[in-house]
Protein backbone atom coordinates (compact mmCIF):
# COMPACT_ATOMS: atom_id res chain seq x y z
CA UNK A 1 0.00 0.00 0.00
CA UNK A 2 3.02 2.41 0.67
CA UNK A 3 3.51 2.35 -2.94
CA UNK A 4 0.45 3.12 -3.95
CA UNK A 5 0.24 6.16 -2.04
CA UNK A 6 3.52 7.32 -4.00
CA UNK A 7 1.66 6.79 -7.27
CA UNK A 8 -0.94 9.00 -6.09
CA UNK A 9 1.46 12.10 -4.69
CA UNK A 10 1.86 15.10 -6.36
CA UNK A 11 5.20 14.56 -7.40
CA UNK A 12 4.44 12.34 -9.76
CA UNK A 13 2.96 15.37 -12.29
CA UNK A 14 6.59 16.41 -11.96
CA UNK A 15 8.58 14.95 -15.44
CA UNK A 16 11.97 14.59 -14.18
CA UNK A 17 10.89 12.28 -11.10
CA UNK A 18 11.80 9.13 -12.49
CA UNK A 19 11.81 6.94 -9.63
CA UNK A 20 7.68 7.87 -9.39
CA UNK A 21 7.04 6.88 -13.21
CA UNK A 22 8.73 4.15 -12.22
CA UNK A 23 6.79 3.05 -10.09
CA UNK A 24 3.53 4.03 -11.42
CA UNK A 25 4.85 2.03 -14.33
CA UNK A 26 4.81 -1.14 -12.22
CA UNK A 27 1.64 -0.56 -10.52
CA UNK A 28 -0.58 1.42 -13.16
CA UNK A 29 -3.47 -0.89 -15.00
CA UNK A 30 -3.19 1.48 -17.80
CA UNK A 31 -0.47 2.40 -20.79
CA UNK A 32 2.88 3.26 -20.03
CA UNK A 33 4.07 4.83 -22.97
CA UNK A 34 3.70 8.43 -21.99
CA UNK A 35 5.56 7.41 -18.94
CA UNK A 36 8.80 6.26 -20.96
CA UNK A 37 8.91 8.98 -22.77
CA UNK A 38 9.01 10.88 -20.06
CA UNK A 39 11.70 9.20 -18.75
CA UNK A 40 14.12 9.40 -21.88
CA UNK A 41 13.34 12.91 -21.88
CA UNK A 42 14.29 13.50 -18.21
CA UNK A 43 17.85 11.55 -19.09
CA UNK A 44 18.19 13.07 -22.33
CA UNK A 45 17.84 16.55 -20.53
CA UNK A 46 18.77 16.13 -16.89
CA UNK A 47 21.34 13.07 -16.31
CA UNK A 48 24.61 12.37 -17.13
CA UNK A 49 23.43 10.35 -20.60
CA UNK A 50 25.24 10.72 -24.15
CA UNK A 51 24.32 9.35 -27.35
CA UNK A 52 27.23 7.21 -27.93
CA UNK A 53 27.67 5.64 -31.43
CA UNK A 54 26.92 2.17 -31.77
CA UNK A 55 27.46 1.22 -35.13
CA UNK A 56 28.06 3.02 -38.95
CA UNK A 57 27.42 1.27 -42.67
CA UNK A 58 28.92 2.96 -45.99
CA UNK A 59 27.10 2.04 -49.38
CA UNK A 60 27.36 3.18 -52.57
CA UNK A 61 23.67 2.85 -53.28
CA UNK A 62 20.75 5.30 -51.68
CA UNK A 63 20.14 4.68 -47.64
CA UNK A 64 16.44 5.13 -46.80
CA UNK A 65 15.58 5.46 -43.30
CA UNK A 66 12.97 6.25 -40.81
CA UNK A 67 14.77 6.03 -37.56
CA UNK A 68 13.41 2.45 -37.06
CA UNK A 69 14.56 0.65 -39.93
CA UNK A 70 17.46 1.36 -42.49
CA UNK A 71 17.14 -0.07 -46.31
CA UNK A 72 20.34 -0.74 -47.93
CA UNK A 73 21.23 -1.70 -51.72
CA UNK A 74 17.69 -0.25 -53.32
CA UNK A 75 15.65 -1.46 -50.30
CA UNK A 76 16.47 -4.76 -50.22
CA UNK A 77 18.55 -5.59 -47.17
CA UNK A 78 17.08 -4.26 -44.03
CA UNK A 79 19.13 -3.29 -40.68
CA UNK A 80 17.43 -1.80 -37.52
CA UNK A 81 18.31 1.13 -35.72
CA UNK A 82 17.00 0.13 -32.50
CA UNK A 83 18.68 -2.99 -31.79
CA UNK A 84 22.54 -3.11 -31.55
CA UNK A 85 24.91 -4.36 -34.20
CA UNK A 86 24.72 -3.56 -38.22
CA UNK A 87 24.02 -7.34 -39.01
CA UNK A 88 21.12 -7.61 -41.90
CA UNK A 89 17.53 -8.09 -40.07
CA UNK A 90 16.30 -9.53 -43.03
CA UNK A 91 16.86 -9.74 -47.04
CA UNK A 92 13.76 -9.26 -48.89
CA UNK A 93 12.99 -12.28 -50.89
CA UNK A 94 12.44 -10.97 -54.42
CA UNK A 95 9.56 -13.34 -55.89
CA UNK A 96 10.61 -11.34 -59.09
CA UNK A 97 13.44 -9.89 -60.42
CA UNK A 98 13.78 -6.13 -61.14
CA UNK A 99 15.14 -3.18 -59.40
CA UNK A 100 13.44 -1.93 -56.67
CA UNK A 101 12.70 1.79 -56.87
CA UNK A 102 10.69 2.82 -54.04
CA UNK A 103 9.46 1.61 -50.79
CA UNK A 104 6.69 3.12 -48.38
CA UNK A 105 7.21 1.68 -44.76
CA UNK A 106 3.76 1.01 -42.88
CA UNK A 107 4.12 0.55 -39.09
CA UNK A 108 0.52 -0.97 -38.48
CA UNK A 109 0.69 0.42 -34.81
CA UNK A 110 -2.05 -1.94 -32.40
CA UNK A 111 -3.81 1.24 -31.80
CA UNK A 112 -4.37 2.87 -34.93
CA UNK A 113 -5.79 -0.21 -36.50
CA UNK A 114 -8.78 -1.49 -36.26
CA UNK A 115 -10.27 -5.26 -35.04
CA UNK A 116 -10.79 -6.60 -37.81
CA UNK A 117 -7.57 -5.78 -38.86
CA UNK A 118 -5.38 -6.68 -36.19
CA UNK A 119 -3.88 -9.03 -38.04
CA UNK A 120 -2.26 -7.09 -40.08
CA UNK A 121 1.38 -5.99 -38.72
CA UNK A 122 4.07 -3.66 -39.67
CA UNK A 123 4.79 -3.80 -43.48
CA UNK A 124 6.74 -1.89 -46.06
CA UNK A 125 5.60 -1.38 -50.07
CA UNK A 126 7.50 -1.70 -52.32
CA UNK A 127 7.88 -1.29 -56.54
CA UNK A 128 10.13 -2.35 -58.70
CA UNK A 129 10.98 -1.37 -62.40
CA UNK A 130 8.20 -4.16 -63.91
CA UNK A 131 5.74 -2.39 -62.64
CA UNK A 132 4.94 -4.83 -59.78
CA UNK A 133 3.84 -3.38 -55.89
CA UNK A 134 5.40 -5.98 -53.27
CA UNK A 135 3.66 -5.81 -49.44
CA UNK A 136 6.84 -7.10 -47.28
CA UNK A 137 6.68 -8.03 -43.57
CA UNK A 138 8.93 -6.27 -41.59
CA UNK A 139 10.06 -9.01 -39.55
CA UNK A 140 10.98 -12.00 -42.03
CA UNK A 141 11.57 -10.00 -45.11
CA UNK A 142 8.61 -12.41 -47.02
CA UNK A 143 6.57 -11.02 -49.72
CA UNK A 144 2.66 -11.13 -48.41
CA UNK A 145 1.16 -9.88 -51.48
CA UNK A 146 2.04 -8.45 -55.27
CA UNK A 147 0.25 -6.40 -57.31
CA UNK A 148 0.42 -5.99 -61.07
CA UNK A 149 0.07 -2.35 -61.70
CA UNK A 150 0.64 -2.10 -65.58
CA UNK A 151 2.25 -3.20 -68.59
CA UNK A 152 5.12 -1.57 -69.44
CA UNK A 153 4.28 0.94 -71.63
CA UNK A 154 4.19 3.09 -68.53
CA UNK A 155 6.88 3.27 -65.64
CA UNK A 156 5.07 3.12 -61.72
CA UNK A 157 8.19 4.48 -60.21
CA UNK A 158 6.86 6.61 -57.24
CA UNK A 159 4.92 5.96 -53.77
CA UNK A 160 3.64 7.91 -51.29
CA UNK A 161 0.72 8.54 -48.84
CA UNK A 162 -2.36 9.84 -49.42
CA UNK A 163 -3.61 9.46 -45.80
CA UNK A 164 -0.99 8.08 -43.67
CA UNK A 165 -1.49 4.48 -42.34
CA UNK A 166 -4.55 4.06 -44.58
CA UNK A 167 -4.19 4.31 -48.23
CA UNK A 168 -1.04 5.59 -50.71
CA UNK A 169 -0.80 6.06 -54.64
CA UNK A 170 1.26 5.04 -56.97
CA UNK A 171 2.46 7.30 -59.68
CA UNK A 172 3.94 6.70 -63.42
CA UNK A 173 6.72 8.97 -64.53
CA UNK A 174 5.79 12.34 -66.24
CA UNK A 175 5.31 11.79 -70.32
CA UNK A 176 6.39 15.77 -71.12
CA UNK A 177 8.50 14.50 -73.97
CA UNK A 178 8.59 17.73 -76.45
CA UNK A 179 7.93 16.72 -80.17
CA UNK A 180 9.70 18.53 -82.54
CA UNK A 181 10.63 21.03 -79.94
CA UNK A 182 6.56 22.04 -78.70
CA UNK A 183 5.14 19.79 -76.22
CA UNK A 184 2.08 17.38 -77.49
CA UNK A 185 -1.58 19.79 -76.84
CA UNK A 186 -3.06 16.56 -75.58
CA UNK A 187 -2.67 12.55 -74.35
CA UNK A 188 -2.06 11.38 -70.88
CA UNK A 189 0.59 13.23 -68.26
CA UNK A 190 0.77 10.36 -65.72
CA UNK A 191 -1.25 7.71 -64.36
CA UNK A 192 -2.54 7.11 -60.79
CA UNK A 193 -3.01 4.36 -58.61
CA UNK A 194 -4.64 4.31 -55.20
CA UNK A 195 -5.30 1.73 -53.23
CA UNK A 196 -5.70 1.07 -49.14
CA UNK A 197 -3.71 -0.74 -46.46
CA UNK A 198 -5.39 -2.86 -44.08
CA UNK A 199 -6.76 -4.58 -46.05
CA UNK A 200 -5.20 -4.47 -49.42
CA UNK A 201 -7.88 -3.20 -51.72
CA UNK A 202 -7.88 -1.15 -55.37
CA UNK A 203 -10.12 2.02 -55.11
CA UNK A 204 -9.08 3.35 -58.11
CA UNK A 205 -7.08 4.28 -61.37
CA UNK A 206 -6.91 7.06 -64.00
CA UNK A 207 -4.96 9.36 -66.19
CA UNK A 208 -4.01 13.04 -66.05
CA UNK A 209 -4.88 14.38 -69.74
CA UNK A 210 -4.12 17.62 -70.58
CA UNK A 211 -7.16 17.38 -72.61
CA UNK A 212 -8.91 17.67 -69.26
CA UNK A 213 -7.40 19.55 -67.16
CA UNK A 214 -5.30 21.92 -70.03
CA UNK A 215 -2.72 21.82 -72.09
CA UNK A 216 -0.08 23.76 -69.67
CA UNK A 217 -0.22 20.35 -67.03
CA UNK A 218 2.11 18.87 -66.55
CA UNK A 219 2.51 17.11 -63.23
CA UNK A 220 -0.09 16.23 -60.14
CA UNK A 221 -0.80 14.11 -57.01
CA UNK A 222 -2.79 13.04 -54.21
CA UNK A 223 -2.62 14.05 -50.36
CA UNK A 224 -5.39 13.88 -47.81
CA UNK A 225 -8.12 12.73 -50.37
CA UNK A 226 -7.30 16.01 -52.42
CA UNK A 227 -6.05 15.74 -56.45
CA UNK A 228 -3.53 18.70 -56.96
CA UNK A 229 -2.56 19.60 -60.61
CA UNK A 230 0.53 21.77 -61.49
CA UNK A 231 0.87 23.49 -64.50
CA UNK A 232 3.68 24.83 -66.34
CA UNK A 233 1.93 28.26 -66.25
CA UNK A 234 2.74 28.27 -62.05
CA UNK A 235 -0.92 27.71 -61.38
CA UNK A 236 -1.54 24.85 -59.01
CA UNK A 237 -5.52 23.51 -59.28
CA UNK A 238 -6.79 21.12 -56.05
CA UNK A 239 -9.68 18.85 -56.82
CA UNK A 240 -12.36 16.89 -54.58
CA UNK A 241 -10.97 12.81 -54.91
CA UNK A 242 -13.92 11.90 -53.20
CA UNK A 243 -16.36 13.66 -55.48
CA UNK A 244 -14.32 12.77 -59.09
CA UNK A 245 -14.71 8.70 -57.49
CA UNK A 246 -18.70 9.27 -57.53
CA UNK A 247 -18.87 10.83 -60.60
CA UNK A 248 -16.83 9.49 -62.67
CA UNK A 249 -16.24 5.53 -61.42
CA UNK A 250 -17.04 3.16 -64.25
CA UNK A 251 -16.63 -0.23 -62.41
CA UNK A 252 -15.35 -1.68 -59.27
CA UNK A 253 -13.02 -4.45 -59.31
CA UNK A 254 -11.82 -6.57 -56.00
CA UNK A 255 -7.73 -7.92 -56.25
CA UNK A 256 -7.09 -11.25 -56.51
CA UNK A 257 -11.05 -12.25 -58.20
CA UNK A 258 -11.14 -14.48 -61.00
CA UNK A 259 -11.52 -13.46 -64.32
CA UNK A 260 -13.12 -15.43 -67.24
CA UNK A 261 -10.03 -16.30 -68.76
CA UNK A 262 -9.19 -18.07 -65.73
CA UNK A 263 -6.34 -15.30 -64.15
CA UNK A 264 -6.80 -13.28 -61.23
CA UNK A 265 -7.45 -9.84 -61.40
CA UNK A 266 -4.15 -7.42 -60.37
CA UNK A 267 -1.85 -11.33 -60.89
CA UNK A 268 0.24 -11.35 -63.81
CA UNK A 269 -0.99 -10.84 -67.02
CA UNK A 270 -4.12 -9.13 -65.25
CA UNK A 271 -3.25 -6.25 -65.06
CA UNK A 272 -4.98 -2.90 -62.66
CA UNK A 273 -7.25 -1.20 -64.91
CA UNK A 274 -8.56 2.03 -65.12
CA UNK A 275 -11.76 2.72 -63.56
CA UNK A 276 -12.25 6.28 -63.39
CA UNK A 277 -13.27 8.07 -66.78
CA UNK A 278 -12.86 11.63 -66.76
CA UNK A 279 -14.86 13.21 -69.55
CA UNK A 280 -14.87 17.27 -68.31
CA UNK A 281 -12.70 19.46 -65.91
CA UNK A 282 -14.01 18.75 -62.46
CA UNK A 283 -15.23 21.64 -60.13
CA UNK A 284 -11.44 23.72 -59.00
CA UNK A 285 -11.59 23.49 -54.80
CA UNK A 286 -8.54 26.24 -54.59
CA UNK A 287 -6.41 27.43 -57.52
CA UNK A 288 -3.17 29.57 -56.90
CA UNK A 289 0.01 30.99 -58.79
CA UNK A 290 2.82 30.23 -57.35
CA UNK A 291 6.61 29.61 -58.22
CA UNK A 292 7.70 26.24 -58.25
CA UNK A 293 4.24 24.96 -57.54
CA UNK A 294 5.43 25.69 -53.98
CA UNK A 295 2.05 25.97 -51.60
CA UNK A 296 1.05 24.90 -48.34
CA UNK A 297 -2.03 24.47 -46.55
CA UNK A 298 -1.79 25.43 -42.84
CA UNK A 299 -4.08 23.95 -40.15
CA UNK A 300 -7.07 25.48 -38.37
CA UNK A 301 -7.10 28.91 -38.66
CA UNK A 302 -6.80 28.08 -42.46
CA UNK A 303 -4.60 29.95 -44.32
CA UNK A 304 -2.04 29.22 -46.85
CA UNK A 305 1.87 30.22 -47.57
CA UNK A 306 3.35 30.46 -51.01
CA UNK A 307 5.66 31.76 -52.57
CA UNK A 308 4.34 34.49 -54.73
CA UNK A 309 4.73 34.16 -58.64
CA UNK A 310 6.59 37.29 -59.93
CA UNK A 311 9.20 37.43 -57.00
CA UNK A 312 12.55 36.20 -56.95
CA UNK A 313 12.56 35.74 -52.85
CA UNK A 314 10.08 35.16 -49.91
CA UNK A 315 7.26 33.37 -49.39
CA UNK A 316 3.91 34.95 -48.11
CA UNK A 317 0.92 34.09 -45.84
CA UNK A 318 -2.53 34.76 -47.09
CA UNK A 319 -6.17 34.25 -45.61
CA UNK A 320 -8.61 32.02 -47.25
CA UNK A 321 -11.16 33.66 -45.78
CA UNK A 322 -10.51 37.01 -47.40
CA UNK A 323 -7.87 35.97 -50.81
CA UNK A 324 -5.97 38.58 -48.90
CA UNK A 325 -2.34 38.71 -47.51
CA UNK A 326 -2.18 38.98 -44.15
CA UNK A 327 -0.35 41.57 -41.47
CA UNK A 328 3.02 40.90 -41.32
CA UNK A 329 2.85 38.06 -43.70
CA UNK A 330 5.83 38.57 -45.69
CA UNK A 331 8.12 36.47 -44.81
CA UNK A 332 11.73 37.94 -46.31
CA UNK A 333 14.90 36.04 -46.74
CA UNK A 334 18.20 37.50 -46.23
CA UNK A 335 20.42 38.49 -49.27
CA UNK A 336 23.13 35.66 -48.30
CA UNK A 337 20.90 32.96 -47.51
CA UNK A 338 20.75 30.13 -50.21
CA UNK A 339 19.27 27.20 -48.02
CA UNK A 340 16.30 29.04 -46.80
CA UNK A 341 13.66 26.55 -46.13
CA UNK A 342 9.85 27.09 -45.43
CA UNK A 343 7.76 24.30 -43.76
CA UNK A 344 4.75 23.72 -41.83
CA UNK A 345 5.37 22.30 -37.92
CA UNK A 346 4.76 19.22 -37.05
CA UNK A 347 2.84 19.30 -34.28
CA UNK A 348 -0.32 20.58 -35.86
CA UNK A 349 -0.02 23.96 -34.29
CA UNK A 350 -0.31 26.09 -37.60
CA UNK A 351 3.18 27.63 -36.97
CA UNK A 352 5.59 27.84 -39.87
CA UNK A 353 8.88 27.20 -39.71
CA UNK A 354 11.99 29.59 -41.49
CA UNK A 355 15.02 27.66 -41.81
CA UNK A 356 18.22 30.18 -42.21
CA UNK A 357 22.09 29.59 -41.97
CA UNK A 358 22.44 30.06 -38.52
CA UNK A 359 18.86 30.08 -36.88
CA UNK A 360 15.18 28.66 -37.42
CA UNK A 361 12.39 31.27 -36.85
CA UNK A 362 9.15 30.01 -35.51
CA UNK A 363 6.22 31.85 -36.69
CA UNK A 364 2.67 31.49 -35.86
CA UNK A 365 -0.92 33.19 -36.09
CA UNK A 366 -2.74 35.95 -33.91
CA UNK A 367 -5.79 37.60 -33.63
CA UNK A 368 -5.29 41.72 -33.84
CA UNK A 369 -7.03 44.33 -31.80
CA UNK A 370 -10.51 44.16 -33.59
CA UNK A 371 -10.87 40.07 -33.47
CA UNK A 372 -11.98 39.48 -37.33
CA UNK A 373 -8.36 38.75 -38.32
CA UNK A 374 -4.53 37.37 -37.84
CA UNK A 375 -1.45 38.43 -38.31
CA UNK A 376 2.15 36.42 -38.64
CA UNK A 377 4.57 37.23 -35.86
CA UNK A 378 7.19 35.78 -34.36
CA UNK A 379 6.76 33.23 -31.75
CA UNK A 380 10.63 32.56 -31.23
CA UNK A 381 13.71 32.04 -32.47
CA UNK A 382 16.91 29.15 -31.81
CA UNK A 383 19.90 31.08 -33.16
CA UNK A 384 22.49 28.60 -33.23
CA UNK A 385 25.49 31.42 -33.83
CA UNK A 386 24.39 32.51 -29.63
CA UNK A 387 24.70 29.32 -28.28
CA UNK A 388 28.24 29.61 -27.52
CA UNK A 389 28.06 33.09 -26.10
CA UNK A 390 25.56 31.47 -23.37
CA UNK A 391 27.64 28.56 -22.46
CA UNK A 392 25.33 25.67 -24.02
CA UNK A 393 26.90 22.18 -22.52
CA UNK A 394 27.92 19.89 -25.49
CA UNK A 395 29.06 16.96 -24.23
CA UNK A 396 31.15 14.17 -25.57
CA UNK A 397 30.79 10.67 -25.99
CA UNK A 398 32.76 10.15 -22.88
CA UNK A 399 31.05 12.75 -20.94
CA UNK A 400 33.50 14.96 -20.84
CA UNK A 401 32.63 19.02 -21.86
CA UNK A 402 33.94 19.99 -25.21
CA UNK A 403 35.72 23.58 -24.74
CA UNK A 404 35.90 25.74 -28.19
CA UNK A 405 39.59 26.82 -28.89
CA UNK A 406 40.17 30.06 -30.30
CA UNK A 407 42.61 30.76 -32.56
CA UNK A 408 44.87 33.44 -32.65
CA UNK A 409 43.81 36.00 -34.92
CA UNK A 410 40.53 34.85 -34.59
CA UNK A 411 37.79 37.26 -33.55
CA UNK A 412 34.92 35.32 -34.21
CA UNK A 413 33.63 31.70 -33.51
CA UNK A 414 33.24 29.59 -36.71
CA UNK A 415 30.07 29.95 -38.21
CA UNK A 416 27.17 27.33 -37.22
CA UNK A 417 25.02 25.74 -40.00
CA UNK A 418 22.05 24.22 -39.56
CA UNK A 419 21.37 21.61 -41.71
CA UNK A 420 17.65 20.09 -40.85
CA UNK A 421 15.57 19.71 -37.90
CA UNK A 422 12.91 17.45 -36.72
CA UNK A 423 10.35 16.98 -34.02
CA UNK A 424 8.99 14.61 -31.29
CA UNK A 425 5.38 14.30 -30.86
CA UNK A 426 6.54 11.92 -27.70
CA UNK A 427 8.79 14.46 -26.55
CA UNK A 428 7.68 17.38 -27.68
CA UNK A 429 10.53 18.68 -28.51
CA UNK A 430 12.38 20.06 -31.41
CA UNK A 431 15.42 18.93 -32.40
CA UNK A 432 17.99 20.13 -34.78
CA UNK A 433 20.94 19.48 -36.39
CA UNK A 434 24.03 21.92 -36.99
CA UNK A 435 27.55 21.81 -38.15
CA UNK A 436 30.30 23.93 -36.96
CA UNK A 437 32.42 25.14 -40.08
CA UNK A 438 36.12 24.33 -40.07
CA UNK A 439 38.93 26.91 -39.76
CA UNK A 440 40.73 25.22 -42.46
CA UNK A 441 40.30 22.71 -45.46
CA UNK A 442 42.12 20.57 -44.32
CA UNK A 443 39.49 20.28 -41.11
CA UNK A 444 36.25 18.55 -40.61
CA UNK A 445 33.17 20.05 -39.99
CA UNK A 446 31.83 19.00 -35.95
CA UNK A 447 28.64 17.88 -36.41
CA UNK A 448 26.16 18.98 -33.35
CA UNK A 449 22.81 17.98 -32.12
CA UNK A 450 20.73 20.06 -29.56
CA UNK A 451 17.50 19.42 -28.46
CA UNK A 452 14.81 22.28 -28.25
CA UNK A 453 11.58 23.40 -25.95
CA UNK A 454 8.84 23.12 -28.67
CA UNK A 455 6.92 26.35 -27.08
CA UNK A 456 10.01 28.64 -25.93
CA UNK A 457 12.82 27.49 -27.95
CA UNK A 458 14.85 27.25 -25.07
CA UNK A 459 18.26 24.90 -25.22
CA UNK A 460 17.50 22.00 -22.90
CA UNK A 461 20.54 19.80 -24.05
CA UNK A 462 23.11 19.25 -26.88
CA UNK A 463 25.58 16.65 -27.89
CA UNK A 464 27.97 16.36 -29.81
CA UNK A 465 28.51 13.54 -32.75
CA UNK A 466 31.43 11.02 -32.61
CA UNK A 467 32.15 11.40 -36.18
CA UNK A 468 33.22 14.52 -38.09
CA UNK A 469 32.73 15.00 -42.15
CA UNK A 470 34.04 17.24 -44.36
CA UNK A 471 31.68 18.68 -46.77
CA UNK A 472 28.19 16.67 -47.78
CA UNK A 473 25.75 17.11 -50.16
CA UNK A 474 22.87 16.01 -47.97
CA UNK A 475 22.05 15.37 -44.63
CA UNK A 476 18.86 13.92 -42.58
CA UNK A 477 18.61 13.06 -38.61
CA UNK A 478 15.89 10.72 -37.22
CA UNK A 479 14.79 10.21 -33.57
CA UNK A 480 13.08 7.41 -32.04
CA UNK A 481 12.79 6.94 -28.15
CA UNK A 482 16.66 6.61 -27.44
CA UNK A 483 18.04 6.20 -31.04
CA UNK A 484 19.38 9.25 -33.45
CA UNK A 485 19.92 8.20 -37.14
CA UNK A 486 22.42 10.39 -38.99
CA UNK A 487 22.38 9.64 -42.93
CA UNK A 488 24.58 11.91 -44.87
CA UNK A 489 25.22 12.05 -48.49
CA UNK A 490 29.09 12.90 -49.52
CA UNK A 491 30.61 14.91 -52.20
CA UNK A 492 31.73 11.72 -53.92
CA UNK A 493 28.16 10.62 -53.96
CA UNK A 494 28.02 7.85 -51.61
CA UNK A 495 25.81 7.33 -48.48
CA UNK A 496 26.91 6.95 -44.48
CA UNK A 497 24.51 6.27 -41.91
CA UNK A 498 25.61 6.38 -37.89
CA UNK A 499 22.85 5.31 -35.34
CA UNK A 500 24.06 6.32 -31.68
CA UNK A 501 22.15 5.33 -28.80
CA UNK A 502 21.47 6.68 -25.51
CA UNK A 503 24.22 5.47 -23.14
CA UNK A 504 25.30 6.22 -19.38
CA UNK A 505 28.62 8.72 -19.23
CA UNK A 506 30.78 6.14 -17.82
CA UNK A 507 32.37 7.10 -14.24
CA UNK A 508 35.75 7.47 -14.17
CA UNK A 509 36.66 6.96 -11.00
CA UNK A 510 34.65 3.45 -10.53
CA UNK A 511 37.17 0.92 -10.06
CA UNK A 512 35.44 -1.50 -12.22
CA UNK A 513 35.23 1.13 -15.15
CA UNK A 514 39.79 1.41 -14.28
CA UNK A 515 39.90 -1.98 -14.61
CA UNK A 516 37.94 -2.54 -17.97
CA UNK A 517 39.99 -0.14 -19.88
CA UNK A 518 43.14 -1.80 -18.14
CA UNK A 519 42.48 -4.97 -19.37
CA UNK A 520 42.09 -3.84 -22.82
CA UNK A 521 44.83 -1.43 -23.30
CA UNK A 522 47.38 -4.26 -23.42
CA UNK A 523 44.86 -6.05 -26.49
CA UNK A 524 45.32 -2.56 -27.98
CA UNK A 525 49.33 -2.61 -27.60
CA UNK A 526 49.50 -6.12 -29.00
CA UNK A 527 47.17 -5.54 -32.04
CA UNK A 528 49.41 -2.53 -32.80
CA UNK A 529 52.72 -4.06 -32.35
CA UNK A 530 51.36 -7.00 -35.21
Not at 22 to 37: D, F, P, Q, V
Not at 76 to 83: G, L, P, Q, R, T
Not at 152 to 169: M, P
Not at 249 to 266: A, E, F, N, P
Request: proline fraction near 4%; aromatic fraction near 10%; charged fraction near 25%.
Amino acid sequence: MPLLRIYKTSSLDKRCNIYCHLIAKEYCTKSSHRRIHYIIGTLITRCDYTFAQIWHKESKKHIACDGKLAFFDNYEKCISCIHPGNFPLFVIQKPRPGKIEDGLIMEGLPETVDLPHQGYKGCIFTINSDNFLFRVDLESGQVLEEVYLGDSSVKFRRLQWNTIDESFIVCTTKKCQQINGRAPESGDIMQLVVLSCMPLEFICKFSITKKIFGKSTCDATIFLNILVVMHTSSYVCMYSLERIIKQSLTHQQKLYTKLQDGSSYGLYPSALTQNIEISETPECLFQVRCQQHDVMLTMPPCYYVMCPYGKNQGYECWSFKTNQKVVGGYIKPEEDEQNDRISLHADDSGRILHMKNEELRVLKLVEMSDGKERQLVDDFVIKCHEQSKHQAPIVSQSGRIIKQRRREGCIDLPERLVHTMGYSDDLDMIFLLSSAQPLSDYQAQQTYVGFYDNWNGKLLRQFVLERRAFETLERSLFYQLDTISHVIKTMDRKFECSVLKLQAVPDLTDECYTKKKEQQSPRRRVQSHR
